[in-house]
């Protein structure tokens, strides 16, 4: 696992601690598919947020809210990746907007 432990989740930091070999092949498939995205480092952070708001999946909001922004992605861009799944999931993105604002506000 990297060094990027900021806003990692317990659940993940645990992961790589207790089954590290499962987390190194986690790890290259993560690096594989994100050296094969067309897309700018800052989209495809946006874009990972607004599929963690859709899931609902908030322990992972912080991690990419830091590399969001440490791409360049403004308070209100974030605000916006989370939203913008509200007309198809529903008021579930909602509840990742907290931990997003938090994350963000945190440096």
Not at 6 to 33: C, D, N, T, Y
Not at 76 to 103: H, K, N, T, Y
Request: charged letters at 20%; hydrophobic letters at 50%.
């Amino acid at each position: 696992m990297s060094d990027r432990s900021i806003g990692v989740s317990e659940a993940f930091r645990l992961f790589g601690q207790e089954a590290p070999a499962h987390a190194a092949v986690w790890m290259s498939a993560v690096k594989g598919l994100d050296d094969a995205s067309a897309l700018d480092k800052k989209t495809e952070e946006l874009a990972y947020l607004a599929v963690l708001a859709a899931l609902g999946m908030e322990s992972g909001v912080p991690f990419h809210v830091a590399s969001a922004r440490q791409a360049g992605a403004s308070r209100d861009e974030v605000i916006g990746a989370v939203l913008v799944g509200l007309p198809a999931a529903g008021q579930r993105v909602i509840s990742s907007l907290p931990a997003a604002l938090s994350a963000y506000d945190a440096k």
